[in-house]
């Protein structure tokens, strides 16, 4: 009685349902932007999460994540452009059947495969959280530490072809993270007698760069996508014969997900893809795939929208983002006061409720809004690409402007979006560096702050099982790396002597 209480005192009494409603409806369109990501579309709003209530910030932001996992399939289907990373797998066979003429049936089944994975993933969010994150009540600060060393060893071993660029990419953000005061001593560090710098730089500042304004300056080259969606399309639902055809592709989609969505650096891409080929190994029709197969649009769909709320889990147990978006979200938490683990669920329990309710809000949402808004995703389609992007440089500018009325802001956000390019450039990932920020105050601080319990004795962290065991396996993440590394380019080297 009293979760129902508290859940209706938060549709009726609060700004829950408007923020999961807008964020679905920004999530969709700003996915639909071929070249805008899940992360850069919630990096977006994120600046304009800064005056609202906790609660009504989170469930916005992990909306317009939902939203966006749906709204990469739109021009994946029509244009054969993936809006979104995770939705490269569905462009195989969603546009062959809008070549077909079966546009509206492609887009039918990614909604409907996109909602049965968002409630997958809720499920799972919902029941294995709260558990996982009891278990950090037995850390000490050496187990935070490896814990640290751990999640960012696991992103710079995922996020790339070279392990040595991830770990480079971990140790500038890490870097990044020692501006301003020191957390033990309070002695100024790096701030160039710069009042803002005394904070340090915020989280926030580096996700927007990196992840909007660097993407910005990519695509400022690139050659426009023109017309090629200017079609009348509806979208046309599966019949229940169609759904029970649907169900096995649907059903290792929503495994493929949850599991990449636990495992760090995984991301929605990575379960798509593993989905799509498993769907075809076990498919009764395997010779449809690649030629317009409904279940090589299921499986895709139906994984990366579960991977929008598995990829929490890691997240609010132990503060570990599993992808771009969850570190976004992640700065979303900070910018609030609110810390990952199980003091999240002991004193801000009404966040965490306030998050469940919204995703189910914004997942059942899911099927009027891609209704509704499905004509002004094909007309954002075909907009020229100058214009779109004059519109995000502006939301961002504003946004980040909007945080402290400070140019120096804008400064350090255009810095970050220019060294986020030379990034793409060298083919260095994103989410180790956000993560060395995200992550490197708490890395740093419980470092010394275990030296000080034990006298400068590094041995100390050896004493502690959880410790040793978070820092063996980050340890196997790097060497299984550094080995795939050696195996691919002797591969590689191996078919060119052929």
């Not at 304009?48 to 469930?59: H, L, Q």
């Not at 909604?111 to 919902?126: D, E, H, M, N």
């Not at 379960?271 to 449809?288: L, V």
């Not at 609110?338 to 409720?353: A, H, S, Y």
Request: proline share 5%; net charge neutral; glycine share 12%.
């Amino acid at each position: 009685m009293e979760i129902a209480a508290l859940v209706a005192a938060m549709l009726f009494g609060t700004m829950l349902v408007p923020a999961a409603l807008i964020g679905l409806v920004w999530g969709v369109i700003g996915g639909a932007m071929p070249g805008l990501s899940a992360s850069v579309t919630m990096a977006l709003v994120l600046p304009f999460t800064y005056g609202m209530e906790p609660m009504t910030a989170i469930v916005l932001l992990a909306s317009v994540y939902i939203g966006a996992e749906y709204g990469g399939s739109i021009p994946a289907i029509l244009i054969r452009t993936p809006g979104t990373n995770s939705a490269a797998a569905t462009v195989i066979d969603g546009y062959e059947m809008k070549l077909q003429g079966r546009a509206g049936e492609a887009l039918g089944i990614s909604l409907w495969s996109g909602v049965v994975g968002s409630l997958f993933g809720l499920i799972a969010l919902i029941a294995f959280t709260e558990p996982l994150s009891e278990l950090a009540l037995a850390f000490k600060p050496m187990s935070y530490f490896a814990l640290g060393i751990l999640g960012m060893s696991i992103i710079a071993s995922m996020s790339g072809d070279s392990i040595l660029k991830g770990i480079a990419a971990a140790l500038v953000g890490m870097m990044i993270a020692t501006i301003g005061i020191d957390p033990l001593s309070g002695v100024n560090r790096y701030t160039f007698d710069l009042p803002d710098l005394l904070g340090g730089v915020k989280p926030i500042m580096v996700m927007i760069g990196l992840f909007a304004v660097s993407e910005l300056l990519r695509q400022s080259g690139g050659a426009d996508l023109g017309s090629q969606a200017r079609i009348a399309v509806r979208i046309v639902f599966p019949n229940f014969a169609m759904m029970k055809r649907l169900a096995k592709p649907q059903g290792i989609g929503c495994g493929a997900g949850l599991v990449e969505g636990l495992l760090p650096g995984g991301g929605g891409s990575v379960a798509a893809f593993f989905s799509y080929n498993e769907a075809r190994r076990w498919s009764s029709n395997p010779q449809e795939f690649g030629k317009g197969s409904v279940e090589g649009v299921a499986a895709p769909e139906a994984a990366n929208n579960t991977v929008a709320s598995s990829s929490l889990i890691p997240l609010l147990s132990f503060g570990i983002p599993g992808s771009n978006s969850a570190a976004v979200l992640l700065g979303g938490l900070l910018i609030h006061g609110l810390l990952p683990g199980p003091r999240l669920f002991e004193q801000n329990g009404d966040v965490v409720t306030g998050l469940y309710v919204g995703s189910f809000i914004a997942t059942m949402a899911q099927i009027p809004v891609g209704l509704l808004i499905l004509p002004l995703c094909m007309w954002m389609v075909n907009r020229p690409r100058a214009y779109l992007a004059a519109f995000v440089m502006l939301l961002v500018m504003s946004g980040v402007y909007s945080l402290n009325g400070s140019f120096l802001d804008i400064a350090i956000v255009a810095a970050f979006g220019f060294t986020g390019w030379l990034m793409l450039k060298g083919g260095y990932p994103f989410l180790p560096a956000v993560l060395g920020v995200v992550l490197g105050p708490m890395v740093e601080s419980n470092y010394r702050r275990s030296l000080l319990l034990s006298g400068d004795d590094h041995s100390i962290f050896l004493e502690d099982p959880i410790a040793v065991g978070f820092l063996v396996t980050a340890m196997i993440f790097v060497a299984f790396s550094i080995w795939r590394e050696r195996k691919d380019a002797l591969a590689r080297s191996t078919m060119k002597e052929v």
